[in-house]
């Protein structure tokens, strides 16, 4: 196997990296993947209670960086699904204990034994930001369709551009549907303008998210939620599979304007 | 008081003209204006056009120095006083440009054209982006919000324009600013500030100008370049 390494970023925190890098995983893992995810948000870690493993927890990346322990027993493996791992961050310290090429070295060990390495980014563009990058194949930007948001996310596809690792690929998360239809939010369309970069996913607001948070149960395992769906779709997006965009309104407007999106997007090599 | 000091991009590098009133306060809020915009003018290549001043050698030689410290060379000196020009010659400075500068008088039959110095950039500017140059500033692409443009001449791209954008940065109000869309977080042309309210998507060229003191934004193909 030559795992490939996938990043999850954005500008603004609170946008849904740790919660699509929750569930990428756990969907990726469902369709037969040896998956990997890394919690990147050193000082602030909290991909190990998404995923419902934070009692399991002995060791962590900087014990692995540090020589404390081996990269084998910082991996927990997640009991629920075959073949998803987790190698958490460090609670007790700050960023600086992890170093852009110890991210590379321990992601360059992880390959032959993974299809998937998925690194949680943390928010911004200091230190924690570019270890996540540095061992990155792929790049995915979240936002939110905020304005805010949209201009962080601009940025950082900027710095991912500058760096080599582009070009990014876009998932905007929380949609709400009603809000799109009475024209109170920012469309897809013109956030895809402006970013001017391939749309991954669209994932929509919902409440179950949260709820499945809360228990440490992701959401992709909830074949009823259509953030669940939404997400299970990005997961096939990355392993290059065609998915039509889901449907998130009645009124076929909406979807119609996806539709035309992501055919326009263009096809990127994966 | 502060004596105006006149920018323009030439194929050279930078053109600075200083205005009437004594040399030493003219030298002073030269440097001032210098070190005032110190990112502008870095690594520029100057040529100082000093009128009728009559500058000695000596003066010429620790003004060339203080201007380097800044990053900063100088030239050349053009001036219409032969002493000045004698002097400046003394020093290794130019005294002319190496391409005639487009005079109206010029020979009847002489058709070729001189540009000014621009710099082109052929790529979107990102949120966080940011251009400063003395000349004019070409994008082959888009200005997102949170990019900035600081330009001594126009500024003219070949897209949106979102971001932020100062046009004859250095005070030169004949500035003018061109894009397919123009509709800028901010809009400046040389002092003026421009406060456009957000509009609708504006599906065509637009060229920004000062006219009377305001900045006026017109369709493009209702604007008669008077050049
Ligand atoms: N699609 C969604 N619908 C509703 N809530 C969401 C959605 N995505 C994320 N959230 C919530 O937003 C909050 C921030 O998400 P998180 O994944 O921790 O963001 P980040 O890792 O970018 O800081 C969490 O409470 C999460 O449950
Ligand atoms: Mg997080």
């Known amino acids: 196997m030559a795992g490939k390494v996938l990043t999850i970023t954005s500008g603004k925190g609170g946008v849904g990296k740790t919660t699509i890098t929750a569930n990428l995983g756990v969907a990726l893992a469902s369709h037969n993947q040896k998956v990997v995810c890394i919690d990147g948000d050193i000082g602030l870690r909290n991909l190990d209670v998404v995923l419902g493993l934070e009692n399991r927890i002995v060791y962590d990346i900087v014990d692995v960086v540090e020589g404390r322990c081996k990269l084998r027993q910082a991996m927990i493996r997640d009991k629920r699904i075959e073949g998803l791992f987790l190698i958490p961050a460090a609670q007790t310290r700050d960023k600086t204990a992890v170093s852009p090429s110890d991210m590379i070295r321990v992601c360059d060990e992880l390959r032959p034994d993974f299809d998937w390495i998925i690194v949680d980014s943390p928010a911004g563009i200091e230190r924690g930001f570019r270890n996540a990058i540095a061992p990155a194949d792929h790049v995915l930007v979240v936002t939110n369709p905020e304005v805010s948001a949209v201009r962080d996310a601009d940025r950082i596809i900027g710095i991912v551009e500058a760096e080599e690792k582009g070009p990014a690929r ?28 391939e749309l991954i996913g669209i994932i929509p607001e919902d409440s179950e998210v949260i709820i499945s948070t809360n228990r440490g149960m992701p959401i992709a395992l909830n074949g009823k939620s259509k953030a669940g769906q939404a997400l299970q779709n990005i997961a096939r997006r990355v392993t290059g599979e065609t998915v039509p965009f889901l449907e998130l309104s009645h009124q076929g407007g909406f979807i119609r304007q996806l539709g035309k999106i992501f055919s326009s997007g263009g096809s990127k090599n994966e | 008081m502060t004596h105006k000091i006149k920018i323009k991009g030439i194929s050279e590098g930078l053109l600075v003209t200083v205005g009437e009133g004594e040399w030493p306060e ?33 003066d010429l030689g620790s003004l060339r120095d203080q201007i380097s410290e800044k990053g900063i060379m100088l030239r050349g000196v053009i001036s219409k006083s032969a002493r000045t020009e004698e002097n400046a010659k003394t020093l290794g400075l130019a005294t002319h440009f190496d391409r005639p500068q487009p005079e109206r008088s010029g020979k009847a039959f002489d058709t070729s054209v001189s540009g000014d110095d621009a710099i082109l950039v052929q790529r979107t500017l990102r949120s966080g982006n940011n251009i400063s140059y003395p000349g004019h500033v070409i994008i082959l692409g888009d200005v997102n919000p949170g990019a900035e443009i600081l330009a001594g001449g126009n500024v003219i791209v070949w897209g949106r324009l979102r971001g932020t954008v100062h046009a004859g940065a250095s005070g030169d109000e004949s500035a003018q600013v061109c894009a397919l869309e123009l509709a800028p977080t901010q809009l400046r042309i040389a002092e003026t500030i421009s406060i456009t309210p957000p509009s609708k998507k504006k599906l065509h060229p637009e060229v920004a100008h000062l006219k009377e003191g305001q900045v006026v934004a017109e369709v493009w193909d209702l604007h008669k370049t008077k050049k």
Do not use: C
């Open chain 1, 170 to 197: 876009l998932i905007i998360n929380r949609i709400d549907p009603v809000m799109v239809e009475r024209g109170d939010m920012i469309s897809t369309e013109d956030i895809v303008e402006l970013l001017a970069i």
């Open chain 2, 26 to 58: 003219i030298r002073q809020s030269l440097l001032d204006q210098i070190q005032a915009q110190a990112d502008f003018f870095s690594g520029a290549n100057l040529t100082l056009n000093v009128g009728e001043h009559e500058i000695k050698a000596a």
